[in-house]
């Protein structure tokens, strides 16, 4: 990357926030600049999800939610609205290999990146960063900014 501060400037652009493609190239510096800036950050690899129960399994595994998440949409709303339980500078969440859960549950991939959307847009508000990064080849995703 070429800009002035690289990732770490993206990623700290809070009016830039929300959920976006995960470039091919620079994985590892993306990572590396979100650590460097505060924020937790949570890989989650979506490789042999196919549905709902697989997928909110995944998350609420590869992001510690507490044992209150109830596996359904509003209890994953309320864990991403309330982040308390994982106290950080801000967020980045890396969906990885998204393709078969696009291709097998297409509803349920589009309703966990609009809940991933609304709530980087809540926190927005609040001041903090919160960047969903999603890793597959279909479109109707933006590209990250500034990369």
Same mark, same amino acid.
């Given at each position: 990357?070429?800009?002035? &501060?690289?990732?770490?400037?993206?990623?700290?652009?809070?009016?830039?926030?929300?959920?976006? #493609?995960?470039?091919?190239?620079?994985?590892?510096?993306?990572?590396?600049?979100?650590?460097?800036?505060?924020?937790?950050?949570?890989?989650?690899?979506?490789? $042999?999800?196919?549905?709902?129960?697989?997928?909110?399994?995944?998350?609420?595994?590869?992001?510690?939610? +507490?044992?209150?998440?109830?596996?359904?949409?509003?209890?994953?709303?309320?864990?991403?609205?309330?982040?308390?339980?994982? +106290?950080?500078?801000?967020?980045?969440?890396?969906? $990885?290999?998204?393709?078969?859960? #696009?291709?097998?549950?297409?509803?349920? #991939?589009?309703?966990?990146? $609009?809940?991933?959307?609304?709530?980087?847009?809540?926190?927005?508000?609040? &001041?903090?960063?919160?960047?969903?990064?999603?890793?597959?080849?279909?479109?109707?995703?933006?590209?990250? +900014?500034?990369?």
């Amino acid at each position: 990357m070429s800009e002035p &501060g690289g990732y770490e400037a993206v990623l700290r652009d809070i009016g830039r926030t929300g959920v976006y #493609h995960l470039p091919l190239a620079g994985r590892e510096e993306i990572i590396a600049a979100a650590k460097n800036c505060g924020f937790a950050v949570f890989r989650v690899d979506l490789a $042999e999800i196919g549905d709902k129960a697989g997928l909110l399994a995944a998350l609420a595994r590869e992001m510690a939610f +507490p044992d209150w998440f109830g596996q359904n949409w509003d209890a994953f709303a309320d864990c991403l609205a309330d982040l308390s339980w994982r +106290p950080a500078e801000g967020y980045l969440v890396l969906l $990885e290999h998204c393709d078969l859960l #696009h291709a097998r549950a297409l509803d349920d #991939h589009l309703k966990v990146l $609009e809940l991933f959307a609304a709530a980087a847009n809540d926190w927005r508000e609040q &001041g903090v960063a919160l960047w969903c990064l999603v890793d597959m080849q279909a479109d109707g995703i933006n590209w990250l +900014p500034g990369l």
